[in-house]
């Protein structure tokens, strides 16, 4: 006499399932771990954050002041070249 298989789910569904448990608790464990860093405390992360802010923010001033108007630039360039000063 045979032995009959009843599938209830195909493999692929299993294997989906199997994939949302892993994510499932993925996304837990990475909750749970939200408050264990190694290395740096919140307080020391804010502050080298506002330090890089403040680079960024320093060099964007700088490069606002030594910008220059490259359309004005290309149309001087254009009359130099064209003989008119």
Same mark, same amino acid.
């Given at each position: 006499?045979?032995?009959? #298989?009843?599938?209830?789910?195909?493999?692929?569904?299993?294997?989906?399932?199997?994939?949302?448990?892993?994510?499932?608790?993925?996304?837990?464990?990475?909750?749970?771990?939200?408050?264990?860093?190694?290395?740096?405390? #919140?307080?020391?992360?804010?502050?080298?954050?506002?330090?890089?802010?403040?680079?960024? #923010?320093?060099?964007?001033?700088?490069?606002?002041?030594?910008?220059?108007?490259?359309?004005?630039?290309?149309?001087?360039?254009?009359?130099?070249?064209?003989?008119?000063?």
């Amino acid at each position: 006499m045979e032995k009959f #298989k009843i599938k209830l789910l195909p493999p692929f569904v299993k294997g989906m399932i199997v994939a949302y448990v892993i994510a499932a608790l993925s996304v837990l464990l990475f909750i749970t771990c939200e408050d264990i860093r190694i290395g740096k405390t #919140k307080e020391e992360l804010a502050r080298d954050m506002f330090e890089v802010d403040s680079l960024i #923010k320093t060099i964007h001033v700088e490069m606002d002041s030594v910008a220059m108007d490259f359309n004005k630039l290309y149309i001087d360039a254009q009359r130099i070249n064209n003989g008119h000063f």
